[in-house]
Protein backbone atom coordinates (compact mmCIF):
# COMPACT_ATOMS: atom_id res chain seq x y z
CA UNK A 1 0.00 0.00 0.00
CA UNK A 2 1.53 3.67 -0.83
CA UNK A 3 1.76 6.20 1.20
CA UNK A 4 -0.75 8.86 0.44
CA UNK A 5 1.18 12.10 0.72
CA UNK A 6 -1.42 14.90 1.19
CA UNK A 7 -0.31 18.27 -0.30
CA UNK A 8 0.47 19.49 3.39
CA UNK A 9 3.45 16.44 3.84
CA UNK A 10 4.32 16.83 0.12
CA UNK A 11 4.92 20.83 0.86
CA UNK A 12 7.14 20.03 4.09
CA UNK A 13 8.87 17.39 2.00
CA UNK A 14 10.04 19.69 -1.45
CA UNK A 15 10.18 22.97 0.95
CA UNK A 16 13.89 24.50 -0.03
CA UNK A 17 16.60 23.39 1.83
CA UNK A 18 17.67 26.18 3.82
CA UNK A 19 19.75 26.23 6.97
CA UNK A 20 18.46 26.68 9.61
CA UNK A 21 15.56 24.64 9.26
CA UNK A 22 13.58 24.00 12.59
CA UNK A 23 11.27 21.44 13.05
CA UNK A 24 9.69 20.92 16.52
CA UNK A 25 7.37 17.68 17.82
CA UNK A 26 5.08 18.31 20.80
CA UNK A 27 3.07 15.72 21.97
CA UNK A 28 -0.75 16.44 23.44
CA UNK A 29 -0.20 15.42 26.96
CA UNK A 30 -2.69 17.30 28.67
CA UNK A 31 -5.70 16.24 29.35
CA UNK A 32 -6.88 19.34 31.41
CA UNK A 33 -6.57 22.87 30.33
CA UNK A 34 -5.16 21.33 27.28
CA UNK A 35 -4.89 24.94 25.38
CA UNK A 36 -3.51 26.91 28.51
CA UNK A 37 -0.73 24.34 29.16
CA UNK A 38 -0.03 23.83 25.24
CA UNK A 39 0.41 27.54 25.00
CA UNK A 40 3.07 27.14 27.90
CA UNK A 41 4.79 24.72 26.06
CA UNK A 42 4.95 26.79 23.17
CA UNK A 43 6.95 29.18 24.93
CA UNK A 44 9.45 27.24 26.74
CA UNK A 45 10.31 25.33 23.47
CA UNK A 46 10.62 28.93 21.51
CA UNK A 47 12.64 29.93 24.36
CA UNK A 48 15.02 26.09 23.63
CA UNK A 49 15.39 27.03 20.18
CA UNK A 50 16.55 30.29 20.42
CA UNK A 51 19.25 29.22 22.48
CA UNK A 52 19.86 26.71 20.19
CA UNK A 53 20.65 28.85 17.21
CA UNK A 54 22.79 31.44 18.78
CA UNK A 55 25.33 28.76 19.26
CA UNK A 56 25.78 28.43 16.04
CA UNK A 57 24.32 31.10 13.87
CA UNK A 58 24.58 34.93 13.47
CA UNK A 59 22.38 37.40 15.81
CA UNK A 60 20.45 38.39 13.16
CA UNK A 61 19.09 35.65 11.39
CA UNK A 62 18.43 34.46 15.00
CA UNK A 63 16.40 37.57 15.52
CA UNK A 64 14.77 36.82 11.86
CA UNK A 65 13.57 33.52 12.66
CA UNK A 66 13.23 33.30 16.21
CA UNK A 67 10.55 36.75 15.00
CA UNK A 68 8.90 34.66 12.37
CA UNK A 69 8.42 30.87 15.00
CA UNK A 70 6.82 33.37 17.42
CA UNK A 71 4.47 34.99 15.23
CA UNK A 72 3.47 31.92 13.61
CA UNK A 73 2.93 29.94 17.38
CA UNK A 74 0.85 32.34 18.57
CA UNK A 75 -1.58 32.03 15.51
CA UNK A 76 -2.22 27.93 16.19
CA UNK A 77 -5.41 27.29 16.74
CA UNK A 78 -5.06 23.73 18.56
CA UNK A 79 -7.03 20.88 17.16
CA UNK A 80 -8.12 19.14 20.35
CA UNK A 81 -9.27 15.96 18.31
CA UNK A 82 -5.40 15.06 17.82
CA UNK A 83 -2.46 13.94 19.55
CA UNK A 84 0.74 15.73 18.26
CA UNK A 85 1.82 18.93 16.37
CA UNK A 86 4.68 19.45 14.39
CA UNK A 87 5.80 23.12 13.47
CA UNK A 88 8.55 23.66 10.87
CA UNK A 89 9.92 26.55 10.02
CA UNK A 90 12.93 28.13 8.42
CA UNK A 91 13.45 31.95 6.92
CA UNK A 92 11.78 30.73 3.91
CA UNK A 93 9.16 28.12 4.86
CA UNK A 94 6.82 27.87 7.42
CA UNK A 95 4.03 25.08 8.24
CA UNK A 96 2.05 23.55 11.15
CA UNK A 97 0.33 20.04 10.88
CA UNK A 98 -1.30 18.03 13.82
CA UNK A 99 -0.85 14.18 13.80
CA UNK A 100 -2.89 11.42 14.76
CA UNK A 101 -0.03 9.53 16.51
CA UNK A 102 1.96 10.65 19.84
CA UNK A 103 5.66 11.51 19.05
CA UNK A 104 8.05 12.11 21.40
CA UNK A 105 8.68 16.13 22.48
CA UNK A 106 12.02 16.88 20.32
CA UNK A 107 13.40 20.10 18.88
CA UNK A 108 15.79 19.36 15.23
CA UNK A 109 17.52 21.87 14.07
CA UNK A 110 18.84 21.29 10.29
CA UNK A 111 19.17 21.94 6.80
CA UNK A 112 15.98 19.70 5.94
CA UNK A 113 12.71 19.46 8.33
CA UNK A 114 11.94 16.07 10.33
CA UNK A 115 9.23 13.96 8.51
CA UNK A 116 9.79 10.73 9.27
CA UNK A 117 7.13 11.37 12.04
CA UNK A 118 4.48 13.00 9.18
CA UNK A 119 5.06 9.38 7.37
CA UNK A 120 4.35 6.93 10.12
CA UNK A 121 1.37 8.83 10.71
CA UNK A 122 -0.23 7.95 7.73
CA UNK A 123 1.45 4.61 8.05
CA UNK A 124 0.94 3.53 11.91
CA UNK A 125 -0.08 0.18 12.58
CA UNK A 126 -3.07 1.04 15.30
CA UNK A 127 -5.10 2.93 13.08
CA UNK A 128 -7.66 0.53 11.05
CA UNK A 129 -11.41 1.20 9.87
CA UNK A 130 -14.51 -1.12 10.94
CA UNK A 131 -17.68 -1.87 9.27
CA UNK A 132 -20.36 -2.95 11.50
CA UNK A 133 -23.12 -5.02 9.71
CA UNK A 134 -26.29 -6.62 11.22
CA UNK A 135 -29.65 -7.39 9.13
CA UNK A 136 -30.60 -3.83 9.33
CA UNK A 137 -28.20 -1.29 9.15
CA UNK A 138 -24.01 -0.69 8.71
CA UNK A 139 -22.14 1.74 10.80
CA UNK A 140 -18.39 2.39 9.95
CA UNK A 141 -15.54 3.60 12.10
CA UNK A 142 -12.06 4.89 11.86
CA UNK A 143 -10.03 3.12 14.71
CA UNK A 144 -7.05 4.43 16.82
CA UNK A 145 -5.92 1.83 19.43
CA UNK A 146 -9.17 2.10 21.85
CA UNK A 147 -10.69 5.10 20.01
CA UNK A 148 -13.34 5.04 17.86
CA UNK A 149 -14.54 8.06 15.54
CA UNK A 150 -18.14 7.13 13.25
CA UNK A 151 -17.95 8.04 9.56
CA UNK A 152 -20.44 9.74 8.10
CA UNK A 153 -22.05 7.25 5.10
CA UNK A 154 -22.78 9.00 1.46
CA UNK A 155 -25.97 6.43 1.50
CA UNK A 156 -28.48 5.46 4.08
CA UNK A 157 -27.37 3.06 6.57
CA UNK A 158 -30.42 1.54 7.29
CA UNK A 159 -31.76 -1.59 5.00
CA UNK A 160 -35.37 -0.04 4.78
CA UNK A 161 -34.46 2.48 2.37
CA UNK A 162 -33.81 -0.26 -0.52
CA UNK A 163 -37.02 -1.89 0.16
CA UNK A 164 -38.40 0.17 -2.98
CA UNK A 165 -35.02 0.37 -4.36
CA UNK A 166 -36.41 -2.68 -6.70
CA UNK A 167 -39.94 -2.71 -6.75
CA UNK A 168 -40.66 -4.81 -9.94
CA UNK A 169 -38.55 -7.15 -9.11
CA UNK A 170 -39.48 -7.69 -5.12
CA UNK A 171 -43.01 -8.03 -6.60
CA UNK A 172 -42.28 -11.16 -8.71
CA UNK A 173 -41.78 -13.10 -5.11
CA UNK A 174 -44.50 -13.93 -3.17
CA UNK A 175 -42.34 -15.41 -0.70
CA UNK A 176 -40.89 -13.07 2.27
CA UNK A 177 -37.93 -14.77 2.50
CA UNK A 178 -36.81 -14.29 -1.05
CA UNK A 179 -37.96 -10.80 -1.00
CA UNK A 180 -35.85 -9.95 2.32
CA UNK A 181 -32.64 -11.90 0.54
CA UNK A 182 -33.18 -9.34 -2.67
CA UNK A 183 -33.37 -5.99 -0.57
CA UNK A 184 -30.49 -7.84 1.88
CA UNK A 185 -28.16 -8.38 -1.01
CA UNK A 186 -28.89 -4.30 -3.10
CA UNK A 187 -28.30 -3.40 0.79
CA UNK A 188 -25.14 -4.95 1.00
CA UNK A 189 -23.88 -3.47 -2.63
CA UNK A 190 -24.41 -0.01 -1.65
CA UNK A 191 -22.39 -0.97 1.52
CA UNK A 192 -19.23 -2.44 -0.59
CA UNK A 193 -19.64 0.97 -2.95
CA UNK A 194 -19.27 3.05 0.06
CA UNK A 195 -16.34 0.73 1.50
CA UNK A 196 -14.53 1.28 -1.62
CA UNK A 197 -14.91 5.19 -1.04
CA UNK A 198 -13.75 4.91 2.25
CA UNK A 199 -10.67 2.62 2.14
CA UNK A 200 -8.94 4.75 -0.48
CA UNK A 201 -9.72 7.71 1.71
CA UNK A 202 -7.90 5.71 4.81
CA UNK A 203 -5.46 3.68 3.02
CA UNK A 204 -6.46 1.34 6.11
CA UNK A 205 -7.11 -2.51 6.58
CA UNK A 206 -10.42 -3.08 7.20
CA UNK A 207 -12.18 -5.08 9.86
CA UNK A 208 -16.23 -6.58 9.04
CA UNK A 209 -18.23 -7.39 12.47
CA UNK A 210 -21.65 -9.02 11.76
CA UNK A 211 -23.79 -12.24 12.28
CA UNK A 212 -22.93 -15.26 10.67
CA UNK A 213 -25.37 -15.03 7.71
CA UNK A 214 -24.81 -11.42 6.70
CA UNK A 215 -21.02 -12.02 6.76
CA UNK A 216 -21.66 -15.04 4.50
CA UNK A 217 -24.13 -12.79 2.00
CA UNK A 218 -21.10 -9.99 2.25
CA UNK A 219 -18.43 -12.18 1.32
CA UNK A 220 -19.83 -13.53 -1.39
CA UNK A 221 -20.03 -9.92 -3.09
CA UNK A 222 -17.45 -7.92 -1.94
CA UNK A 223 -15.04 -6.38 -4.69
CA UNK A 224 -12.36 -5.50 -1.85
CA UNK A 225 -12.04 -8.62 -0.58
CA UNK A 226 -7.84 -7.79 -0.51
CA UNK A 227 -8.68 -4.72 1.92
CA UNK A 228 -10.50 -6.93 4.42
CA UNK A 229 -8.01 -8.28 7.35
CA UNK A 230 -10.49 -10.07 9.68
CA UNK A 231 -14.42 -10.77 9.28
CA UNK A 232 -15.45 -11.09 13.15
CA UNK A 233 -18.84 -13.05 13.52
CA UNK A 234 -21.29 -11.94 16.19
CA UNK A 235 -23.35 -9.58 17.22
CA UNK A 236 -21.77 -6.34 18.37
CA UNK A 237 -24.04 -3.93 17.74
CA UNK A 238 -24.49 -2.90 21.52
CA UNK A 239 -21.08 -2.94 22.84
CA UNK A 240 -19.19 -0.37 24.43
CA UNK A 241 -16.02 1.42 22.79
CA UNK A 242 -13.93 -0.35 24.97
CA UNK A 243 -15.27 -3.76 24.70
CA UNK A 244 -15.31 -3.60 21.00
CA UNK A 245 -11.58 -3.03 21.12
CA UNK A 246 -11.69 -5.87 23.41
CA UNK A 247 -12.96 -8.00 20.37
CA UNK A 248 -10.78 -6.47 17.76
CA UNK A 249 -7.52 -6.78 19.83
CA UNK A 250 -6.48 -10.23 18.92
CA UNK A 251 -7.14 -9.66 15.37
CA UNK A 252 -5.47 -6.38 15.43
CA UNK A 253 -2.63 -8.72 16.58
CA UNK A 254 -2.39 -10.95 14.15
CA UNK A 255 -2.98 -8.73 11.32
CA UNK A 256 0.32 -7.10 12.73
CA UNK A 257 2.41 -10.37 13.11
CA UNK A 258 1.12 -11.14 9.25
CA UNK A 259 2.07 -7.47 8.14
CA UNK A 260 5.88 -8.04 9.73
CA UNK A 261 5.86 -11.34 8.33
CA UNK A 262 4.67 -10.73 4.82
CA UNK A 263 7.79 -7.58 4.75
CA UNK A 264 9.88 -10.27 5.17
CA UNK A 265 9.24 -13.12 2.94
CA UNK A 266 9.16 -10.16 0.14
CA UNK A 267 12.36 -8.94 1.41
CA UNK A 268 13.65 -12.68 1.10
CA UNK A 269 12.45 -13.20 -1.99
CA UNK A 270 14.15 -9.70 -3.41
CA UNK A 271 17.47 -11.00 -1.69
CA UNK A 272 17.41 -14.10 -3.31
CA UNK A 273 16.95 -12.93 -6.43
CA UNK A 274 19.83 -10.26 -5.87
CA UNK A 275 17.74 -7.24 -5.82
CA UNK A 276 17.79 -6.04 -2.20
CA UNK A 277 20.21 -3.92 -0.60
CA UNK A 278 20.75 -4.08 3.29
CA UNK A 279 22.40 -1.68 5.45
CA UNK A 280 22.46 1.90 5.86
CA UNK A 281 25.64 2.80 4.17
CA UNK A 282 24.37 0.45 1.85
CA UNK A 283 20.84 1.69 0.92
CA UNK A 284 22.32 5.24 0.98
CA UNK A 285 24.37 4.81 -1.55
CA UNK A 286 21.33 3.27 -3.53
CA UNK A 287 18.94 6.29 -2.61
CA UNK A 288 21.62 8.66 -3.55
CA UNK A 289 22.28 6.90 -7.05
CA UNK A 290 17.72 6.53 -7.48
CA UNK A 291 18.67 2.29 -7.81
CA UNK A 292 15.43 1.90 -5.54
CA UNK A 293 11.37 3.11 -4.91
CA UNK A 294 10.35 1.19 -1.84
CA UNK A 295 12.64 1.39 1.65
CA UNK A 296 11.97 -0.90 4.39
CA UNK A 297 13.06 0.44 8.08
CA UNK A 298 12.31 -0.28 11.57
CA UNK A 299 10.10 2.76 13.17
CA UNK A 300 12.49 3.59 15.39
CA UNK A 301 15.76 2.73 13.67
CA UNK A 302 18.07 6.26 13.22
CA UNK A 303 21.51 6.61 12.36
CA UNK A 304 23.77 9.77 12.89
CA UNK A 305 26.52 9.70 10.05
CA UNK A 306 29.20 12.27 8.67
CA UNK A 307 29.09 12.37 4.87
CA UNK A 308 32.11 10.40 3.39
CA UNK A 309 34.35 10.60 0.19
CA UNK A 310 31.43 11.65 -2.16
CA UNK A 311 27.49 12.15 -2.05
CA UNK A 312 26.88 8.52 -2.44
CA UNK A 313 29.10 7.73 1.02
CA UNK A 314 28.35 8.06 4.30
CA UNK A 315 29.85 6.64 7.33
CA UNK A 316 29.24 6.51 11.01
CA UNK A 317 29.78 9.93 13.01
CA UNK A 318 33.24 9.91 15.03
CA UNK A 319 34.20 12.95 17.30
CA UNK A 320 35.37 15.63 16.26
CA UNK A 321 33.10 16.00 13.14
CA UNK A 322 32.87 18.76 10.97
CA UNK A 323 29.34 20.41 10.83
CA UNK A 324 29.22 21.14 7.17
CA UNK A 325 30.09 16.88 6.79
CA UNK A 326 27.44 15.96 9.78
CA UNK A 327 24.16 14.20 9.19
CA UNK A 328 21.88 14.33 11.69
CA UNK A 329 20.01 11.07 11.10
CA UNK A 330 20.73 9.66 7.26
CA UNK A 331 17.51 7.38 7.60
CA UNK A 332 15.56 10.25 7.83
CA UNK A 333 17.12 12.02 4.89
CA UNK A 334 16.68 8.41 2.89
CA UNK A 335 13.10 8.45 3.46
CA UNK A 336 12.99 11.95 2.20
CA UNK A 337 14.33 11.30 -0.65
CA UNK A 338 12.74 8.08 -1.23
CA UNK A 339 9.43 9.84 -1.35
CA UNK A 340 10.52 13.03 -3.19
CA UNK A 341 11.48 10.18 -6.49
CA UNK A 342 7.70 8.84 -5.96
CA UNK A 343 8.90 5.75 -3.88
CA UNK A 344 6.91 4.47 -0.52
CA UNK A 345 8.55 3.57 2.81
CA UNK A 346 7.05 0.59 5.03
CA UNK A 347 8.04 1.02 8.21
CA UNK A 348 8.55 -2.24 10.99
CA UNK A 349 8.78 -2.99 14.40
CA UNK A 350 11.97 -2.57 16.33
CA UNK A 351 14.65 -5.59 15.79
CA UNK A 352 11.85 -6.87 12.82
CA UNK A 353 14.52 -5.95 10.11
CA UNK A 354 17.49 -7.46 12.60
CA UNK A 355 18.85 -9.71 9.66
CA UNK A 356 18.95 -6.75 7.38
CA UNK A 357 20.60 -4.54 9.48
CA UNK A 358 17.17 -2.31 9.87
CA UNK A 359 16.89 -1.13 6.67
CA UNK A 360 16.44 -2.45 3.04
CA UNK A 361 15.68 -1.03 -0.27
CA UNK A 362 13.72 -2.72 -3.20
CA UNK A 363 16.34 -2.09 -6.14
CA UNK A 364 13.57 -2.69 -8.51
Not at 19 to 36: C, N, Q, Y
Request: charged share 30%; glycine share 4%.
Amino acid sequence: MNTVLTSDIKEVINALHYRPAVSILIPFAAKISLEKELRQTFKIVADKVEVELKKDYPDDICEQLMKKLRSLIEGIAIDHQKKSIAIFVSLVFQKVLFLDVVVQERIIIDESFEIRDLIYDKKQADRYLVLMLSGKQSRMYKGDNAEFTRIAAQIPENINAYVNEWPEKVANFTDAGDRKEIVTDKFLHHIDTELEHVIKEYQLPVFVLGVTKILGHFKKLTKHEAAISAYIEGNYEELSFPKLYEVLKPHLDIWRHEKQEKIIDLLDEADGKHRLVAGVKAVWEAVSNNMGHRLFVESDYIFSAQHGSNESAIEELTKPYNEFSYIRDAVDDMIEKVLANGGDVEFAEHDALKEYEHIALLTY
